[in-house]
C-alpha cells in the first residue's frame, strides 16, 4: 500500500473540488444572496489542505489495485464531507447531518433531498448542489486523471474502481487519453442539451441546473415541482431523451463517433436496455389510461418520461406517481432495482448484470436437463469469462445483503415499510425518489439522524458498486504489501 501516493492523490481531488467550487462562486456574485462568503471560505479550506497534502513527497509513483480503490474509496467521502462546507457556512442547511445528506446525494447523483422549499435557497447554493451532481456524474478521480499529468501513471485501478459498471474499457491504450475522451463526450452532450432547452424558452440558469441533473442523472431540481413545474412538452420531451442516452454506455457514444454502427446495433445490453424502456412505457401508459390520465396522449407523454428518469436513477418528476396504481408503482420499483448501462452515468446494478443473471439462470436450468453439456455464456457473441461471472453472483449478493441491514436499520424509524424500502433501494440505486414520504413530492428530512448517516452511506456505496468502501473495512487491506 503506497500510502504517501495515497494522501498525495487525495489531495489533487480536494484541489479539483476547490476550483470546481469557483463558478457557484461567480453565480453567487452575480445573484448577492448572501452564499458568497460561504464560497470563499470553503475554496481556501480546500485549496490550503489539497495544496500541502500534493507537496509530500513520494519514493514510488506506483498506484497499484489496493491504493486506486483506497483513493476513490476515501476521496469520494472526503469530496461530499468537504462539498457540505457551502451548505453549512451559508446557513442553507444549518444541520451537519442534513448537510452531508445533501452533498452525498449530489456527489453520487442520487437526488434525494432533505429540503422541503428549494425555491428559497440562494442560487449559488443551488448550483453548487447541481454542479456537484454533474461532476459525480463521470467521475471526480477521472476528471483528475485528465486533467493532473502527474497522477496518470497506472492509474487505470483508479478508473475501475470509480467506473460503474462489471469492465470499463479503455478507449486507446493511455489510460489519461482515455479520460479526456470520456470528459469530451460528457461536456460535449451536456452543451448540446443546453442549447435544446434554451431552444424551448427554459433561461439560461434553469437550463444549466437541469442539464447537470440529466447529464449526471443526477435528478437535482430547482422547483419544486421537478421538471413538472414548467409544464412543457418539449422541455419533457428533450430532457427524457438526454436521460435515455446518458443511460447508454459511453463505449457506445464513442464507437457512433467513430461510424462503428454495427458494434452499437450487436450490442445485447443497448437492446435489452431498450426493449425494457418499451416494454415498461406500454405497461404503465396502458395501465395509468383510463383511471389516472384522460387520453392515451397524457398516459404516454408521463409514463415516458418517469420510465426514463426511474431506469437511469436520474430521478426528475414530471407528476406524483405515488398516485399510479399499484401495478404501475411496482413496474417502477423494478426499474429502480435494474438501473441503467454499465459505462454509463446511470446507478442501479445495471442491465448487463441483469442481462448475465438471466443468462447465468438459463445455463443452469439447461445444466439440469443436460448434465454432461458444456454450456458458456455469451454477450455480444463473445464467452464471458468465469471469472466475471462469478463477480455478477458475488455483487448481486453483496448488494441484497447491504440492502437487507440498511432497510433494517431504516425500520427503526417506525415509517411505513414502503416508505422505508424505497428509501433504501431509491438510496443505494442513486435515483432520489421513492415511494410513500419520500415520493416526488415528499423528501428524507423526517429520517433520523442514525437513517440519514445510514441512506448517506448508501448513496455513496451505490455509486461506487459497494467494493471500494467495504474494503476500507477490511484490516488486510491496508497492510503494506502489494498483491
Not at 479539483?16 to 448577492?32: D, G, K, N, Q
Not at 498506484?63 to 453549512?88: E, H, N, Q, T
Not at 462469478?390 to 455483487?395: E, Q
Request: glycine share 8%; charged share 10%; net charge positive.
Amino acid at each position: 500500500m503506497n500510502y504517501r501516493m495515497i494522501i498525495k492523490s487525495l489531495g489533487g481531488v480536494l484541489c479539483i473540488e476547490a476550483v470546481c467550487m469557483v463558478p457557484s462562486l461567480l453565480i453567487s456574485c452575480i445573484y448577492r444572496q448572501g452564499d458568497m462568503l460561504s464560497f470563499s471560505i470553503s475554496i481556501i479550506i480546500l485549496a490550503s489542505l489539497g495544496l500541502g497534502m500534493r507537496r509530500i513527497k513520494t519514493a514510488v509513483n506506483e498506484i497499484y489495485a489496493r491504493d486506486g480503490f483506497a483513493i476513490v474509496a476515501l476521496g469520494w467521502l472526503m469530496v461530499s464531507i468537504f462539498g457540505a462546507l457551502p451548505f453549512l457556512l451559508s446557513g442553507a442547511i444549518p444541520s451537519v447531518i442534513d448537510a452531508l445528506f445533501e452533498s452525498s446525494s449530489a456527489f453520487s447523483t442520487t437526488g434525494a433531498s432533505i429540503l422541503k422549499n428549494v425555491e428559497v435557497l440562494p442560487k449559488g447554493i443551488l448550483f453548487w448542489r447541481s454542479f456537484a451532481h454533474w461532476l459525480g456524474g463521470m467521475g471526480v478521480l477521472i476528471l483528475m486523471i485528465a486533467i493532473l499529468p502527474s497522477v496518470k501513471a497506472n492509474t487505470l485501478h483508479v478508473m475501475k474502481a470509480e467506473s460503474p459498471g462489471p469492465s470499463p474499457e479503455k478507449f486507446v491504450p493511455r489510460i489519461g487519453q482515455t479520460a479526456k475522451i470520456l470528459y469530451t463526450i460528457y461536456i460535449a452532450m451536456t452543451a448540446l442539451e443546453v442549447v435544446f432547452l434554451l431552444a424551448g424558452g427554459m433561461p439560461l440558469y434553469d437550463s444549466l441546473i437541469h442539464t447537470f441533473g440529466t447529464a449526471s442523472t443526477g435528478g437535482f431540481s430547482i422547483k419544486n415541482a421537478s421538471v413538472g413545474a414548467y409544464n412543457s412538452v418539449y422541455i419533457e420531451t428533450v430532457i427524457a431523451v438526454f436521460m435515455f442516452l446518458f443511460g447508454v454506455n459511453f463505449t457506445l457514444h464513442y464507437a457512433l463517433l467513430k461510424g462503428n454502427i454495427k458494434s452499437i446495433l450487436r450490442d445485447e445490453e443497448l437492446r435489452f436496455y431498450f426493449g425494457i424502456v418499451i416494454v415498461s412505457i406500454a405497461l404503465i401508459a396502458l395501465n395509468t389510461y383510463g383511471t389516472v390520465f384522460k387520453s392515451v396522449g397524457e398516459a404516454i407523454r408521463y409514463s415516458s418520461f418517469q420510465v426514463s428518469s426511474v431506469i437511469t436513477t436520474t430521478g426528475f418528476a414530471t407528476t406524483d406517481f405515488t398516485l399510479w396504481p399499484v401495478f404501475s408503482q411496482c413496474i417502477l420499483v423494478l426499474l429502480m432495482l435494474i438501473g441503467a448501462s454499465a459505462g454509463s452515468t446511470g446507478g442501479g446494478m445495471k442491465c448487463i448484470r441483469i442481462l448475465m443473471l438471466f443468462k447465468i439462470i438459463k445455463r443452469e436450468i439447461v445444466r439440469i436437463i443436460h448434465p454432461r453439456s458444456v454450456q458458456t455464456v455469451k454477450t455480444n457473441g463473445r464467452v464471458v469469462d468465469e471469472e466475471l461471472l462469478s463477480g455478477v453472483m458475488a455483487f448481486f449478493f453483496i448488494y441484497v445483503a447491504v440492502f437487507v441491514m440498511s432497510i433494517i436499520v431504516v425500520s427503526l424509524d417506525n415509517k411505513d415499510m414502503v416508505t422505508t424500502a424505497t428509501s433504501v433501494i431509491s438510496c443505494i440505486g442513486n435515483i432520489g425518489p421513492g415511494l410513500g414520504i419520500v415520493g416526488p413530492a415528499g423528501n428524507y428530512a423526517g429520517f433520523s439522524v442514525v437513517s440519514k448517516a445510514v441512506l448517506s452511506l448508501c448513496m455513496i456505496i451505490g455509486r461506487l458498486e459497494i467494493y471500494p468502501i467495504l474494503l476500507l473495512f477490511v484490516p488486510n487491506f491496508w497492510k503494506r504489501v502489494n498483491i
